[in-house]
């Protein structure tokens, strides 16, 4: 048996599903992203991003994406390829991936799935609605109307057109505000209908392997703190000062990777740097926390859970091996 390969029997696009895949979900920091290379070397396999921030250009270090080193050791995708004027969604994410399936990218190689982003293993286990293409005069339409009149606004636009869907929204969130307004006026259909009809799952549930790593919360913080004043050796701030230039919206999602604001506001002269970086590394140890109890809840009895302690890469092997 091949420990990866295409089902597609359709031969519409996007309906092939990986068979044997990995999936490797973790907190911020755990060492998923390590384990998940070390494991691809071993197998003669692929990694495939799945996480949110990684996949934003200018942001290498400070999104903790792999190293050039680490790329060229094996073949990475989806990492730093989303410029961060846009704002990448998970319905992206999936077409990206349905993109490799189509091209065949994964034809007979192992895939590993690796990231921190709860929604997109979701999407990738269960599928997702299929949401309209948004013609960029009505993106810009939006995006402009938020600038002059305001989230609370719009907020009141939505609940006047499209009622049910304003109602399950914060008139704060503006977001979520603008891309129901963006649906709506693109094709006529709350995004609430469009959200009711799921899409099928790009993996072949049966053969897949689900890992997620729950570390140790105090071994956890040690990590977290080290890493950022790494990050920081290795110009994470002059990656700030480059995204800055940029000039672009704060709203969107690339400017909200944690430590952008901190370290910004230390360049404005509003925050001491020790402080900044404090306040970027208590972010990031609250951001840790928010994704281990997603994934605690949220992730089904499928998923393996690994431990400290555990040998996580010798209880993948040896998984992987009893299943070939």
């Known amino acids: 048996m091949a420990i990866s390969g295409i089902e597609n029997s359709s031969g519409q696009a996007g309906e092939g599903r990986v068979k044997n895949a990995i999936l490797i979900a973790g907190p911020t920091a755990s060492g998923k992203s390590a384990l998940a290379l070390d494991l691809a070397e071993r197998k003669g396999g692929v990694i495939v991003n799945t996480d949110s921030m990684q996949g934003y250009s200018v942001l290498d270090v400070l999104t903790a994406r792999p190293t050039a080193a680490e790329l060229a050791r ?6 730093g390829h989303v410029h961060p004027s846009t704002a990448y969604s998970t319905g992206a994410w999936l077409r990206d991936v349905m993109k490799l399936i189509d091209e065949g990218t994964f034809f007979e190689r192992p895939v590993i799935f690796v990231g921190g982003t709860g929604l997109y293993f979701r999407a990738l286990a269960e599928g997702i609605s299929e949401m309209p293409a948004i013609p960029q005069s009505i993106r810009d339409r939006w995006r402009y109307e938020l600038q002059e009149q305001g989230a ?3 907020h009141r636009i939505l609940l ?4 049910a869907a304003g109602m399950m929204l914060k008139p704060t969130d503006s977001q979520r505000i603008v891309r129901a307004l963006e649906v709506l006026d693109a094709s006529g259909r ?4 469009w959200q009711a009809a799921r899409g099928r799952p790009l ?4 053969s897949t392997h689900f890992f997620v790593i729950e570390p140790d919360r105090a071994a956890l913080v040690e990590r977290i703190e080290a ?3 790494r990050m920081l050796d ?3 701030l002059d990656e700030v000062r480059r995204l800055t230039d940029l000039g672009l919206d704060p709203d969107l999602p690339a400017m909200k990777a944690i430590g952008v604001r901190e370290l910004q506001a230390a360049m404005a002269g509003k925050l001491g740097f020790p402080e900044a970086i404090e306040r ?3 972010a990031t140890r609250q951001y840790a926390k928010r994704q281990a109890t997603w994934f605690r809840h949220q992730l089904g009895p499928e998923w393996l859970r690994l431990h400290p302690g555990d040998r996580a890469e010798s209880t993948i092997l040896d998984l992987l091996s009893s299943a070939t």
């Open 74 to 79: 094996v073949p990475h995708y989806l990492y």
């Open 152 to 154: 609370a606004k719009l």
């Open 160 to 163: 006047r057109e499209d009622s």
């Open 190 to 193: 709350s995004i609430l209908e």
């Open 203 to 206: 993996i072949d549930r049966a």
């Open 227 to 229: 890493r950022f004043d």
């Open 234 to 236: 290795m110009g994470a």
């Open 280 to 282: 970027a590394k208590i």
